[in-house]
């Protein structure tokens, strides 16, 4: 990682500690961070996590029950640059993440990168496990 995406890091580890103590969630953070750091969702809820990127591809293997060879850091920062660059994650792959980032795929992607998914994933991507407080209606 380079100094400066390091320093951001511990910038957003320290903001994040701050206001999760005082109640914010993981969902709240990222819309905080994002108002300094101009970051991809993917990006900002690692921020808001406050994970490494080391620390992220080991959690992933560990939900996946993998090894190496599911996620590498290279191909996780690839994920947090798209859609500008790199690569699209698969709708595993942000199931797994937003499990990680306690939270809902949809909110990993740029609205406008929604639209390049096949219909059937973006209803899953969308509604997968995402409902109100109630615990009833889903998040549009």
Known sequence: MSGTGYQTLLDCR??????????????????????????????????????TATQTVDAFHRLAGTNGAGLR????YDYENWPRTGRRPSIFTLRLLA??????????????????????????????????SSGDTPIR
């Open 99 to 132: 499990r990680i980032y306690d939270t809902h795929p949809v909110r990993l992607l740029p609205v406008d990168a929604l639209a390049t998914y096949l219909k059937r994933d973006q209803r899953s991507i969308r509604f997968l496990g995402c409902t109100d």
């Open 73 to 76: 850091e290279s191909r996780l």
């Open 14 to 51: 320290r903001r994040s500690r701050f206001l999760r103590q005082h109640g914010f969630t993981t969902d709240q953070i990222a819309v905080i961070l994002a108002l300094d750091h101009p970051a991809t969702p993917l990006r900002l809820y690692r921020y808001a996590t406050g994970l």
